[in-house]
């Protein structure tokens, strides 16, 4: 595998563009939430890509001055478990730390234990849980990012 990971501050070009929304419909079954990005503040979508094919995303957001919020983001089924979400996760930190914030927020679901079992090894804490329109639950994370 030789994966290159690439970072948009802008919606990037149709062709990577069209390879996130596949990816997210193969893994959450629609891409109506990516259909929001337009709407976001200074969006931020980190991609990981073989070849031509998008294999991982990470698409992010601003809160507020000192808060990012980590939004979408997923790694195609072929390419789980050889470090892509950890990989695109670390250059989202890197890149918002860099860009002042001092911290991260994310969202998750019990069901989706990898990405829970993810965040917390990477120094996300449970700050909450609430339930969603649906009456499924989620969990609120946040992570201190601390500058040298």
């Known amino acids: 595998m030789d994966i290159k990971y690439l970072h948009f501050i802008t919606i990037p070009e149709k062709k990577i563009m069209d390879g996130i929304i596949r990816l997210h419909e193969k893994i959450f079954g629609d891409a109506q939430s990516i259909q929001q990005m337009e709407d976001k503040s200074e969006l ?85 849980t609430y339930t969603d329109e649906n009456g499924e639950p989620k969990i609120i994370l946040e992570k201190r990012l601390y500058r040298k």
């Open 44 to 128: 931020l979508i980190h991609v990981a890509i073989d070849g031509t094919k998008v294999v991982g995303y990470k698409i992010g957001y601003k809160l507020s001055n000192v808060k990012f919020y980590s939004w979408l983001g997923g790694v195609d089924e072929f390419y789980r478990n050889h470090g892509v979400a950890s990989k695109l996760m670390e250059k989202q930190h890197q890149y918002v730390k860099e860009k002042g914030y001092k911290i991260i927020q994310t969202k998750t679901k019990n069901k989706w234990r990898n990405m829970l079992v993810l965040n917390i090894k990477n120094g996300f804490d449970v700050i909450g």
